[in-house]
């Protein structure tokens, strides 16, 4: 049976590539799924942004679905983004056939489109999907048209969608939203770190998070203690959280989740872009600091 998605922390996950190939690497993948599982989240998102979804082709994106659904004993969330409106139909297919839990979608990127246009793609789409799984709209400028408050709004009271992650790093557009709910069902998701003690705390229904992707112990305590009110963890646990995200603001996401990653043991293959002589020593001087800074995060988690 399709598990579903009730809340909470989902990771959003990397996807490994082998090394000198654009094909994803599957053994590689299903550990990492069984490191999340272990790890305690409530879910895993799938080649989203920090999946670097744009860098595989659509048969490969789908072939790492049918093994990773079958592997998961978690719900799975495939992000089915693409600069085509067919593209997005043809990839949730194929995640609707593989049995995933959920898609998320974001507007068309590259270029950049009006609110008008990113309205009637998001709803075409959604109307093609939304009879076979829930669909959540992925709000993740800059790497495509942004959605406006009242897009968004718009969108999720057509009843289509059935919530958002926002990524925007945009607090007020995500209080907007919080607000806007009331009377309505419908669930909104962090995607942005800095923010997700505030969110979470002010009625999100969880985060879709990179950062429970490296360190889901941290991720997923944290969140436990903020449904608990367990006031003195939730600074010490947040504290932890935003030193991480301090540290690897310096790199792309992939980046530094696949570094803090192999200090774990985990196998998440070549980066997709050299990052040159002084980028690949900060990100070697991160990987030392992350495999410093973890014992005490995890006992602090226990």
């Known amino acids: 049976m399709t598990k579903s998605i009730k809340g909470g922390i989902l990771a959003a996950a990397v996807t490994p590539r082998r090394s000198r190939e654009l094909s994803i690497d599957l053994a590689a993948a299903l550990e990492l799924m ?7 989240v409530d879910g895993i998102s799938l080649l989203g942004s920090t999946g670097e979804f744009v860098h595989f082709m659509l048969e490969d994106r789908a072939r790492m679905l049918d093994f ?3 592997r998961s004993r978690l719900p799975v969330l495939v992000n089915i983004s693409h600069s085509t409106q067919d593209g997005a139909i043809f990839l949730g297919q ?4 593989s049995g995933v839990a959920a898609l998320l979608l974001m507007p068309p990127y590259y270029f950049s489109y009006s609110q008008e246009t990113v309205r ?3 709803l075409q789409v959604g109307e093609e999907l939304a009879k076979e799984v829930p669909v959540y709209l992925y709000n993740a400028p800059p790497y495509c048209s942004q959605l406006s408050v009242e897009t968004a709004s718009d969108l999720l009271a057509s009843g289509i969608f ?12 995500t209080k907007e939203l919080l607000g806007r709910r009331a009377g309505r069902s419908f669930e909104i998701y962090a995607g942005d770190g800095k923010m997700y ?4 705390a002010a009625g999100a229904d969880g985060a879709i998070s990179d950062v429970a992707c490296a360190i889901p112990d ?15 963890l939730i600074v010490r646990l947040d504290a932890r959280l935003q030193e991480f995200n301090d540290n690897i603001k310096p790199f792309t996401a992939p980046a530094g989740i696949k570094t803090a990653l192999a200090q774990r043991k985990m196998s998440t293959g070549a980066l997709a872009t050299p990052l040159g002589t002084k980028g690949q020593r900060e990100l070697a001087a991160f990987g030392g600091w992350f495999k410093d800074w973890l014992p005490g995060v995890l006992k602090e988690c226990r």
Not at 94 to 97: D, G, K, V
Not at 197 to 200: E, G
């Open 34 to 40: 069984d490191f999340l599982y272990e790890g305690g």
């Open 68 to 70: 990773a659904v079958k």
């Open 94 to 97: 194929e995640a609707i056939s």
């Open 120 to 122: 009637a793609f998001c």
């Open 162 to 173: 059935t919530g958002i992650k926002d990524s925007s790093g945009d607090y007020e557009f």
């Open 197 to 200: 003690s505030r969110l979470r």
């Open 218 to 232: 941290l991720v997923v305590r944290l969140d436990r203690a903020i449904m608990a009110g367990e006031q003195d």
